[in-house]
Each structure stands twice: as structure tokens, then as C-alpha cells.
């Protein structure tokens, strides 16, 4: 690999740090040993590269700044065995499911919005895929972000706390891995889980069809020259209806919407989205920052 971009590796090594781990029968010294030898690549994540370095030195991380995109995931999940997902959008999720199928590589997902969370274990060859359960990307209306619906802050401790130990158990070898969708409401206080469903009875992804890993299903970029804006447009997703759209955005800033086109603006940044689903961030040339903005605000 020529350029690595965004994900931290995490390369585990073995001290008494971990004596009480290696105490717990699930993993004992021989556990422990193959956590050593493991390689985790966790979508993205310079905050997480900031905070593991602070806590365990003798983790080798290797932080990486770019854009997972069909272009290099590939080369990043190269040899890991296993993705975690700590994304914000749905259109990574789907090309790491891809990337997931076609190397083979376990991932785990994880999501949160307002008191709401769900995490999975997808293993290929072992339980449906992400696209098995969610075939297309959602339409733009019906998602809800933190920046739209907000969050309280145990939410995604719970998440995350999840997919560590599914990560451990992955790791390890454990028979006891989760096959189940688990889904919890932390405000009234009710956790659930149900089998992971296939929804489809042909899943492309499953039969070797990785539209997402050819940039087929994914957005297009591209920078307005001299309006500091970036244009994205994924035209593999369902137009979304504005005025839906609009209300949902109402409480997070200053909302326009008529039939044509729906405006928001908030702080510095402002969104043009058209009826076709074409999408104009204003306020930065960065491709990076204008998709940080839509995933904040669009979900996507
Ligand atoms: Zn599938």
C-alpha cells in the first residue's frame, strides 16, 4: 500500500495488565495469547487512536486520515481479523459489508441515536450479512442522527461496550458469539434481541455482487470551484421528500423548503439538497468536513 489513509490497526500484546482477563474462563492464557496476535481495524477513529494511546502503550496503533472509500478499502482491512464500525453513516456501512464478504472478514456494527442503540455481529459464512437485513440505503428522511435527534451520553458506552466484548469473543474463538440483532431503549430501560433476519431472498452481497466496493452504489463527489462548496450525490438512493426532511431538521437550525429544494443552515455551514437528491454543502472545499456535515445532520 502506497498511501494509508484514516483507520488506526491495533496490534494487542500480552502483560499482567491483562491478568484478570486471562483469570475469566472465556479467555484464559490461551485466549489472551491469540488477542496478542490480533489485528482490529476500527473505522475511524483518530479520537479512539488519541484516547488507546493514552491508556496502553504497549498497543501498536497506527492512525490513518482519509475517507474510507472503494478506493482504498481494500488495502486498509487487508489481513485484519475483524472491522469495527464506530461510523456515523450508512453508505460506509454498506462497503464495509462488501469488503467484509469479499476478504472474509468478520465486522461489527454499531449505532446509536438518542437513547436508542443496536449492535451485530456479521461473519461471513456464519450469519446473514448487513445487506441481508438492510437491503438498500434508507431513504434520507427516515434517518436520525445525534445531531437531529440527540443522544444522551450512556448510549453509546453501551454500544461500544458491546462490540468490545462480541470484538473478544470474535477473537478468541468463542462458541458464544451473538448471532442476534441486540437493540435497547437506555431511556425505558428495555433491551431485546431477535435472530439477525434475512430480508431478502437474494442478496447480491452474499452472491459476490459488491456494488459498493465498485463505487457503483456510492456518492459522488465533487468540489464546486470558487463556491467553496462540495456537490455529493448518490443517485443509488431514493429522492428524499423535503418537507419531511425539513421538519426533522427544524430543532438543529435555519430550515427553506419548497417543492424544489430544501435549505439549512447551521453555524458557518450551510445544506442545498434538490428534489433529485442532489446534495450542495456550502462553507468548505473539504470533502472530508462536507461529508462529516452530512452525516451529522443527514445521516449519510
Ligand atoms: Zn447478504
Redesign the pocket.
Known sequence: MTHKPAIPKIKVMETSRYSRQILFWGIGAQGQEKLGESFVVLVKAIAAQRRLRAINSEVRIEGIVADFDPSNAEDLVRGADLILDGLDNFETRFLINDVSLKLGIPWIYGGTVASLGMTANFIPGQT??F??YQPELPPRESIQTCDTAGIINSAPLIVGAIQSAEAIKILVGSADISRDLVMFDLWKNIFSRAPLQRMIDR?P??EGDFAFLRGESVAKVIRLCGQNAVQIWNPAVAPPSLLQLAERLRPSGEVFVNEYLLRFRTGEMELVLFYDGRMVVRGTTEIVTARSFLARYIGT
Open positions: 446473514p450479512c445487506r441481508c442478496c452481497a452474499c
